[in-house]
């Protein structure tokens, strides 16, 4: 049975995971780039610790999007039920499971496949307001709200 506390948790632990690989991935670049200071000089140095520098700021960008991430997802209620579509629903329509929380890709919950998205994303904006049993519009085909959690 695919409830919305069992797809938010998913998603947790999905960012939490994620934000983890990434501290881990910026602590390897720091070893890296402690280790390029003790055996290297000149010219290759430099080079070597500008693309360290370069693949260290990338980092920290993934790193603060999924931290930003991980706050708005934990700002979702699961357990609140509105009557209308908004951020924090989990919706079910003929093309399948739908979470409008934060922009995650896909994640699979009982047996089942979640598209994780942002309430900005157009299938979100086409949905919000709307109730199970109303229909909307996207890309010229009209798709059914079939469950609204």
């Known amino acids: 049975m695919m409830t919305k506390p ?3 948790a998913a998603c947790m632990a999905m960012l939490e995971h994620r934000l983890n690989l990434l501290k881990h991935e910026m602590r390897a670049l720091q070893e890296a ?3 390029e200071t003790k055996s290297s000089a000149g010219d290759k140095y430099e080079t070597t610790r500008e693309m360290i520098q370069a693949e260290k700021e990338k980092l920290a960008e993934r ?3 999924a931290s930003n991430f991980l ?3 934990g700002s979702i209620q699961p357990d609140i039920h509105p009557s209308h579509i908004q ?3 989990l919706v079910q329509t003929e093309t399948g499971w739908i979470y409008v ?3 995650l890709g896909t994640v699979h919950v009982a047996g089942q496949k979640i598209f994780v998205i942002s309430p900005v994303a157009p ?3 086409a949905m919000l307001g709307k109730k199970a049993g109303d229909v909307f519009q996207l890309n010229g085909k009209t798709q059914t709200i079939k469950i609204h959690l």
């Open 87 to 89: 951020t924090g629903s």
């Open 123 to 125: 299938v979100a904006q």
């Open 101 to 103: 929380s934060v922009g």
């Open 33 to 35: 780039s402690e280790e």
């Open 71 to 73: 706050h708005l997802m």
């Open 63 to 65: 790193m603060e999007e």
């Open 6 to 8: 069992a797809v938010h």
